[in-house]
């Protein structure tokens, strides 16, 4: 499934505010964007992807959840080892930090683990904990250079800390965050993505290989080579069925746009939620885009093809309609 230049995979973790993810709530502008059968193709890539993207918010927070984990248990041992000693306040010390400690990424450079566990001899998460990692030009041989700081605090948790089975909610904190695109091994990044700000998340993987996750945002802004965009009070739903293969998912987003791919703002909305199976496309579902008096709607008529219709009054009257695919949808260019 191609993505756009709206914040890649990697990429999508901006979201800047009052504190991030637990800020009080911003009023969203109004449309502005008249959609037109013109532009009708250009607006619901743009929109359509913005809300794909935030979804991997989720996957990203999660990643970053569980490979600091896994850097953290190497501190474990060590902090064991200082608590069994005499004299040493044993289990009855309300928190315990993990010294930071500085590991070599894949390919170069380097990432700085820390953070502060309340239960590290069980050992859980519980709420008021936190890790972060410092990127410093750090690359795993993924396309992709990482500098700056990754912070999570632990709002809620439960299940298997070192496992699969369990439920999480946290908060994400970036801190100059930036990743250096490079594609096709050329030496030059092709695009930088600077980003500040936090987001809340909730993931549930109790009856993993089944998962759902949430993501909530009250404003979040990424600056990249040649766009910036602005979301706000956007939230976005994704669930998945590993036990099946393929493995049914549904999904649904929304949020207020405000890009300068587009020359005004829109609103979007799944009013039906999008499923499908696996890799592929929604089958079925429609996702709602709102531009100044006007509308379009992208209609899931299989996993292949899909249907705009466009409603130049926003009136409920269908004026025109479109038969696309989802690949000519999403590709680098629809105009």
């Given at each position: 499934?191609?993505?756009?230049?709206?914040?890649?995979?990697?990429?999508?973790?901006?979201?800047?505010?009052?504190?991030?993810?637990?800020?009080?709530?911003?009023?969203?502008?109004?449309?502005?964007?008249?959609i037109t059968s013109n532009n009708a193709m250009e607006v619901g890539k743009i929109a359509y992807e913005a809300a794909l993207e935030?979804?991997?918010?989720?996957?990203?927070?999660?990643?970053?959840?569980?490979?600091?984990?896994?850097?953290?248990?190497?501190?474990?041992?060590?902090?064991?080892?200082?608590?069994?000693?005499?004299?040493?306040?044993?289990?009855?010390?309300?928190?315990?930090?993990?010294?930071?400690?500085?590991?070599?990424?894949?390919?170069?450079?380097?990432?700085?683990?820390?953070?502060?566990?309340?239960?590290?001899?069980?050992?859980?998460?519980?709420?008021?904990?936190?890790?972060?990692?410092?990127?410093?030009?750090?690359?795993?041989?993924?396309?992709?250079?990482?500098?700056?700081?990754?912070?999570?605090?632990?709002?809620?948790?439960?299940?298997?800390?070192?496992?699969?089975?369990?439920?999480?909610?946290?908060?994400?904190?970036?801190?100059?965050?930036?990743?250096?695109?490079?594609?096709?091994?050329?030496?030059?990044?092709?695009?930088?993505?600077?980003?500040?700000?936090?987001?809340?998340?909730?993931?549930?993987?109790?009856?993993?290989?089944?998962?759902?996750?949430?993501?909530?945002?009250?404003?979040?802004?990424?600056?990249?080579?040649?766009?910036?965009?602005?979301?706000?009070?956007?939230?976005?739903?994704?669930?998945?069925?590993?036990?099946?293969?393929?493995?049914?998912?549904?999904?649904?987003?929304?949020?207020?746009?405000?890009?300068?791919?587009?020359?005004?703002?829109?609103?979007?909305?799944?009013?039906?939620?999008?499923?499908?199976?696996?890799?592929?496309?929604?089958?079925s579902g429609e996702f709602l885009v709102e531009g100044l008096d006007s509308t379009l709607r992208l209609i899931a008529v299989n996993?292949?093809?899909?249907?705009?219709?466009i409603d130049l009054g926003a009136d409920g009257t269908v004026d025109d309609t479109i038969n696309t695919t989802w690949a000519a949808?999403?590709?680098?260019?629809?105009?």
């Amino acid at each position: 499934m191609k993505h756009t230049n709206f914040v890649t995979i990697t990429a999508f973790f901006l979201v800047s505010g009052c504190g991030g993810g637990g800020s009080s709530a911003v009023v969203s502008p109004e449309p502005t964007l008249p959609i037109t059968s013109n532009n009708a193709m250009e607006v619901g890539k743009i929109a359509y992807e913005a809300a794909l993207e935030s979804q991997q918010l989720d996957d990203a927070g999660g990643g970053l959840l569980i490979g600091s984990t896994q850097g953290l248990v190497v501190n474990f041992d060590k902090n064991l080892e200082i608590l069994s000693k005499p004299g040493s306040p044993g289990t009855n010390i309300s928190q315990i930090p993990i010294p930071p400690e500085t590991v070599p990424c894949a390919q170069a450079g380097m990432q700085t683990i820390s953070g502060d566990i309340a239960d590290i001899v069980t050992p859980t998460l519980t709420a008021g904990d936190w890790f972060q990692i410092v990127y410093s030009a750090c690359d795993d041989g993924l396309g992709e250079i990482k500098d700056g700081t990754v912070r999570l605090d632990i709002d809620a948790f439960n299940g298997d800390f070192l496992g699969t089975l369990n439920s999480m909610t946290f908060t994400l904190t970036l801190t100059n965050f930036q990743v250096s695109i490079f594609e096709n091994q050329s030496p030059t990044p092709t695009d930088v993505i600077t980003s500040n700000g936090g987001a809340t998340l909730s993931v549930d993987a109790l009856n993993f290989p089944s998962v759902s996750t949430n993501v909530s945002g009250i404003s979040l802004v990424v600056d990249a080579n040649a766009t910036s965009e602005s979301l706000t009070n956007f939230m976005s739903a994704f669930s998945v069925d590993g036990n099946l293969i393929p493995s049914p998912y549904s999904t649904s987003a929304s949020g207020t746009l405000d890009s300068t791919q587009l020359a005004g703002v829109i609103r979007y909305s799944n009013p039906v939620t999008f499923t499908g199976l696996g890799g592929e496309y929604p089958s079925s579902g429609e996702f709602l885009v709102e531009g100044l008096d006007s509308t379009l709607r992208l209609i899931a008529v299989n996993n292949v093809d899909v249907l705009i219709e466009i409603d130049l009054g926003a009136d409920g009257t269908v004026d025109d309609t479109i038969n696309t695919t989802w690949a000519a949808l999403t590709s680098s260019s629809t105009m």
